[in-house]
């Protein structure tokens, strides 16, 4: 039985520990948010944040995070209201919008360390990939939440 707390909620998941974190949210618990893009580290579109920092919960496993504070982006708001959804709704930023959860989690976690970032700042921490190339928009609600 692995423990963790997902979004407050403390979770015993009755999984093979080696499963990673990714399949538990969206199998288990029905979080569907975090979304299974490249399955190896590389996309960020399952990007959660465990302890505040950002995740690839694709690379962790279950087994590996007992006791730890994980938080998916059902976890930043219960209407929309965080200021980086917020911002992203302005900006009218996703086009298919696969990747953007994990976008989203990856931006509020650069703004708790850099509230205030350049866009030389941004490309450097925010390493996930859209297809559809919404990078500019991305940039600028990034901005636009950090105002
Ligand atoms: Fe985890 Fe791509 S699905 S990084």
């Keep these: 039985m692995t423990k963790f ?3 407050g ?3 015993h998941y009755k999984m093979d520990p080696e499963t990673p974190l990714l399949w538990a949210l969206r199998d288990a618990s029905n979080l569907t948010g975090t979304k299974f893009g490249c399955g190896a580290g590389l996309c960020g579109a399952c990007t959660v944040h465990i302890d505040g ?3 690839r919960s694709c690379q962790v496993s279950i087994g590996a995070i007992e006791g730890t504070l994980v938080t998916t982006i059902e976890g930043l ?3 929309r209201s965080d200021p980086v959804q917020q ?3 302005a900006e009218q930023v996703p086009q298919c919008g696969y990747c953007q959860s994990g ?3 990856a931006t509020v976690a650069l703004l708790k360390t850099n509230p205030n ?3 030389a700042d941004i490309d450097a921490a925010i390493t996930n990939l859209c297809r559809c190339a919404t990078y500019p ?3 600028k609600a990034i901005h636009r939440a950090a105002a």
């Design 5 to 7: 707390t997902v979004n």
């Design 9 to 11: 909620n403390p979770v």
């Design 53 to 55: 920092v950002p995740t």
């Design 77 to 79: 708001s219960d209407d």
């Design 87 to 89: 911002a992203w709704i």
């Design 103 to 105: 976008m989203i989690m």
């Design 117 to 119: 970032p350049t866009d």
């Design 137 to 139: 928009r991305i940039r």
